[in-house]
């Protein structure tokens, strides 16, 4: 199992001391380290900062959101990043939900997200492969494009760069079982959002088929404490925000995703709490149990013992959350 960094987007602003973990995290051996969006700090940016500072790292998006870019531009950050970096770049792309495309994005959400997620991924396959003209007769992402308001003049192009590999790796953040389960048909890895080492049966029938060398990369918050349940509180802030306000009431995938992990009572709280602006009380309507599955918190003789549980399981890369440089050590320690 190896290591990466995962730095996800900005808050207010860029986190201090932020290079020097990244570049102790490439002294001590990880393998890749990320970075994210939401709306407001882009994924791309600050990995071609990353890169300028580094040198052997893996650098990688978890995840760059698809409503953001068309796959073409998309496929044009990856090759440019990829060139730079010297071979280096992930691509890890995400749907994300209806509130964020059309909220923020001012989108359609895609009334088939599984088809327009496979156009997507093999309209940027065509440009990294760069064997001819970009063309797919798509319903969502259609090159040339030939729908409402179309001139007519566009004509199939490939790009002018040569990329640097065809075969980038490129992974998917998805969710719904069905979803999964085309991630491991089309991509090169899968980007869980909660991994629980005690509830693999989650996902049991989307992973059946599974590639050599397929990638599975959750995220996981790790800290070296003494105090579990103040360690957790991130933790569980997370999924308050994203469980109760990443999503509409009706409509919320991470919600979902909780309670097909047997969480469903309290995913339904949360959601209650956090739309009627009780954002605190949500937070700590997160049950204590689910956030400490799905994270590695505690003195170092437990991180230990629970880092057993993600190892027998399918999981080829874990991507640590980790606030300070005794916790990456230590997971170095203990893991590599």
Not at 183 to 193: E, F, K, M, Q, V
Request: proline fraction near 8%; charge should be neutral.
């Amino acid at each position: 199992m190896r290591l990466g960094l995962a730095l996800g987007y900005w808050g207010r602003g860029p986190a201090p001391g932020q290079l020097d973990l990244i570049q102790e995290a490439e002294r001590l051996g990880y393998h890749s380290v990320w970075t994210a969006e939401a709306w407001g700090s882009d994924a791309f940016t600050p990995l071609t900062w990353i890169a300028a500072h580094t040198s052997r790292i893996g650098l990688g998006t978890a995840v760059a959101q698809m409503a953001a870019r068309t796959p073409t531009a998309t496929a044009m950050h990856a090759l440019t990043l990829d060139h730079l970096s010297g071979g280096r770049m992930m691509l890890g792309l995400g749907l994300s939900g209806p509130q964020v495309v059309e909220g923020w994005y001012g989108r359609p959400f895609p009334d088939s997200p599984l088809t327009a997620t496979r156009e997507y991924v093999e309209v940027i396959r065509q440009v990294l492969r760069r064997e001819g003209p970009v063309e797919l007769d798509g319903r969502f992402h259609a090159h040339p494009y030939r729908g409402e308001g179309a001139s007519g003049l566009g004509r199939p192009l490939k790009p002018i760069t040569h990329p640097l590999r065809p075969d980038l790796p490129l992974l998917l953040g998805a969710e719904g079982p069905r979803n999964v389960a085309q991630t491991t048909r089309i991509a090169d890895g899968w980007l869980p959002l909660y991994w629980s080492p005690l509830r693999t049966d989650a996902y049991r029938e989307s992973l059946t088929a599974l590639r050599d060398g397929f990638m599975i990369a959750p995220m996981a918050r790790a800290q070296v404490c003494d105090d579990i349940a103040e360690g957790l509180l991130p933790v569980k802030a997370m999924l308050g925000f994203y469980i109760g306000g990443m999503g509409h009431s009706t409509r919320n995938f991470h919600a979902d995703l909780m309670a097909r992990m047997g969480y469903e009572p309290a995913a339904r709280r949360i959601q209650r709490l956090f739309a009627e602006g009780r954002r605190d009380e949500a937070v700590l309507a997160v049950p204590d149990a689910f956030a400490d599955e799905i994270s590695l918190i505690g003195p170092r003789e437990r991180i230990a013992e629970r880092l057993e549980l993600w190892r027998s399981g399918p999981v080829t890369d874990l991507l640590l959350t980790a606030p300070d440089p005794v916790t990456l050590r230590t997971l170095a320690e203990l893991v590599l």
